[in-house]
């Protein structure tokens, strides 16, 4: 069956512009998570949703940052002004249920500002 | 806040050595999590263990979990050249968003 997709693959933007990151999840899967990844780095938390829940939006680094999950499936990350340090390749993953499931990992998107 | 350290950063084994990757947490976990990441790939899920103590086996992987719950290792043996990568351990404490670990990549030499 269909993974996690994102798109886009790439972005490069330019410093003070806005971008969206679009994750689509598995089908059926409740809970979805946005990390942040920066070159050769570990993962970093951003936010997570699950089903009509309020979000965990603890690891948003700056108010800059915000997430939504329509209907519960598609979800989307905004920055908004963007910076250089928001370079990073940010990835969705998606989970049965919040908590012990197996995360899977869609292929991510390389924010690179310029 | 929470945090998941992982020894070491880099390890380069010659193919047919063993390998050990070590998870430190600062915190107790009710569950820790290892995925695999290819280079220039994303995370993939290897496992999961949940009780204190517990010892997991794929093949020429072994998990484990620390008593405590605040440690856990991965140990493969034999490398081949199929285990480049890097390695993340990640865990859950307290509320629902995984700490990463900060990884240990992985270099197989043939």
């Known amino acids: 069956g269909a993974g996690v997709s994102q798109s886009p693959s790439n972005k490069v933007t330019e410093k003070g512009k806005d971008v969206e990151l679009r994750c689509d999840p598995i089908s059926g899967h409740t809970a979805l998570y946005w990390y942040r990844q920066s070159l050769g780095q570990g993962l970093e938390f951003l936010i997570y949703?699950?089903?009509?829940?309020?979000?965990?939006k603890s690891g948003l680094p700056s108010d800059r940052f915000s997430a939504e999950r329509t209907g519960g499936s598609v979800s989307t990350l905004t920055i908004q002004r963007t910076q250089q340090e928001d370079s990073a390749v940010y990835l969705c993953?998606?989970?049965?249920?919040?908590?012990?499931?197996?995360?899977?990992f869609g292929p991510g998107t390389r924010l690179t500002v310029t | 806040g929470q945090q998941v350290m992982q020894i070491p950063q880099y390890q380069h084994v010659q193919e047919g050595e063993d390998f050990t990757t070590y998870c430190n947490s600062s915190?107790?976990?009710?569950?820790i999590q290892w995925y695999k990441q290819r280079p220039g790939g994303h995370p993939v899920f290897l496992i999961q263990l949940v009780k204190s103590g517990e010892v997991k086996k794929q093949k020429r992987l072994t998990f484990q979990f620390g008593e405590a719950k605040k440690n856990s290792s991965l140990h493969i043996t034999a490398t081949q050249t199929t285990d480049v990568g890097t390695y993340f351990c990640a865990g859950l404490s307290g509320t629902y968003k995984y700490i990463f670990g900060t990884g240990t990549r992985l270099k197989v030499l043939a």
């Open positions: 949703f699950q089903g009509n829940s309020a979000p965990d």
């Open positions: 993953a998606s989970s049965l249920l919040i908590g012990q499931y197996e995360q899977y």
């Open positions: 915190t107790t976990l009710s569950n």
